[in-house]
T-cell receptor, first 110, second 112 residues
Framework: GIQVEQSPPDLILQEGANSTLRCNFSDSVNNLQWFHQNPWGQLINLFYIPSGTKQNGRLSATTVATERYSLLYISSSQTTDSGVYFCAVEGSGGYQKVTFGTGTKLQVIP | ETGVTQTPRHLVMGMTNKKSLKCEQHLGHNAMYWYKQSAKKPLELMFVYNFKEQTENNSVPSRFSPECPNSSHLFLHLHTLQPEDSALYLC???????????FGPGTRLTVL
């Protein structure tokens, strides 16, 4: 099956700093989502981005499907950004069979 | 609030117990999913339902038994679980096809 790798696995930022999270995948995809999991376990949709670039406030994401990676940018980080960020892909082999990456654990300190 | 609710939020059960997890989506979606999230492991897809029909079973042991009576409700029936089944169980829904999935808050299960 498709392999999904995220980097870095852990990240500590000072409040106000910017960061880039990366997601590499091993095969072509129909679908790619970025999620933020808060400390209580809730997964929040950030972006649905199989290709191209999207922005939502301080967050933006870019997926280059031909090169099999996606980037999540966080600017002017806040303590509420802390949590785990997951990339999830749906391989072209079949819809709805989603594979999650191992996540990037982000801690933003004041 | 994502439009997907799960109950209970926490559950402690013995290995001989039978319990059920419930998921409900209020988004008008056609597809529903169960995922398992264990410590130190990525989320694992367990089951997929489309229009109440199971379309994916990701080699899940038979002690986990899903039920989807309609497109808005999904259950996971649990019996004779093992301590290693302790995890966060997450439900999701989507419109189907290549579309975004929306997750519930999860049920944190502990098997003693």
């Amino acid at each position: 099956g498709i392999q999904v790798e995220q980097s870095p696995p852990d990240l500590i930022l000072q409040e106000g700093a910017n960061s880039t999270l990366r997601c590499n995948f091993s095969d072509s995809v129909n679908n790619l989502q970025w999620f933020h999991q808060n400390p209580w376990g809730q997964l929040i949709n950030l972006f649905y981005i199989p290709s191209g670039t999207k922005q939502n406030g301080r967050l933006s994401a870019t997926t280059v499907a031909t090169e099999r990676y996606s980037l999540l940018y966080i600017s002017s980080s806040q303590t509420t950004d802390s949590g785990v960020y997951f990339c999830a892909v749906e391989g072209s082999g079949g819809y709805q069979k989603v594979t999650f990456g191992t996540g990037t654990k982000l801690q933003v300190i004041p | 609030e994502t439009g997907v609710t799960q109950t209970p939020r926490h559950l402690v059960m013995g290995m001989t117990n039978k319990k059920s997890l419930k998921c409900e989506q209020h988004l008008g979606h056609n597809a529903m999913y169960w995922y398992k999230q264990s410590a130190k492991k990525p989320l694992e897809l367990m089951f997929v339902y489309n229009f109440k029909e199971q379309t994916e079973n990701n080699s899940v042991p038979s002690r986990f038994s899903p039920e989807c009576p309609n497109s808005s409700h999904l259950f996971l029936h649990l019996h004779t679980l093992q301590p290693e089944d302790s995890a966060l169980y997450l439900c999701a829904s989507s419109q189907g096809g290549a579309s975004p999935q929306f997750f519930g808050p999860g049920t944190r299960l502990t098997v003693l």
